[in-house]
């Protein structure tokens, strides 16, 4: 059964403590794996897109990393800004790209004091 | 562009009401979904479209029926509604031409409430 584990469930920072949070997979073939970022009472924003292990991209204060188990979220001097949930996904081959069937994580939800 | 928008933002209904949630996205995007998120559960798919009069079963579809009979609409209904459908209803649409397949655009999301 294809599965995605976050964790931690809750991160607490300081700004500018830097920090990673994980996303583990389970998946019968990775087609791609996601990360959105879903502020309180809103929709999920997309950040990223990983398609094969070793690849990275950056967006700010964010790097994402992928494995051939897990993907990282690296905060890097993080702001109160950056405070949110993030949510991980990931789309199995036997998926048509068509459809975009995501399986999602149930998220980490980051808070930074100032 | 106002991108995904949905209506209501909230409601309230008692079991066995019916209701419809109204997804509309002003990106010309051929796909489509609905999406509902509950407390320490991940986003799960109920249907999806994949063009103008197409729609398929996404995870959890069961007790929900979908129409698109517009391309910019996507139309979800509560035929009698049960206390296990409260949840977060959020839309979603992306085009298959443009980006990362997986790069799908969220819309405010609906709180349902069925008591």
């Known amino acids: 059964e294809d599965q995605v584990t976050q964790s931690p469930e809750a991160l607490r920072l300081q700004e500018g403590e830097s920090s990673s949070l994980n996303c583990s997979y389970t998946?019968?073939?990775?087609?791609?794996l996601f990360w959105y970022r879903q502020d309180p009472g809103k929709g999920p924003e997309f950040l990223f897109t990983?398609?094969?292990a070793g690849e990275e991209k950056e967006k700010e204060r964010l790097k994402a990393t992928l494995t051939k188990k897990e993907s990282f979220l690296h905060i890097t001097a993080p702001k109160p800004e950056d405070s949110a949930t993030y949510l991980c996904a990931v789309q199995a081959l036997r998926y048509g790209g068509s459809q975009g069937n995501l399986i999602f994580g149930k998220g980490t939800k980051l808070s930074v004091k100032p | 562009n106002a991108g995904v928008t949905q209506t209501p933002k909230f409601r309230v209904l008692k079991t066995g009401q019916s209701m419809t949630l109204l997804c509309a996205q002003d990106m010309n995007h051929e796909y489509m979904y609905w999406y509902r998120q509950d407390p320490g559960m991940g986003l799960r798919l109920i249907h999806y479209s994949v063009g103008e009069g197409t729609t398929a079963k996404g995870e959890v579809p069961d007790g929900y029926n979908v129409s698109r009979l517009k391309k910019q609409n996507f139309l979800l209904g509560l035929e009698s509604a049960a206390p296990s459908q409260t949840s977060v209803y959020f839309c979603a649409s992306r085009n298959p031409g443009t980006g990362a397949f997986g790069e799908q655009y969220f819309g405010p999301g609906t709180r349902l409430t069925v008591t």
């Open positions: 990983l398609y094969s």
């Open positions: 998946v019968s073939g990775l087609r791609g």
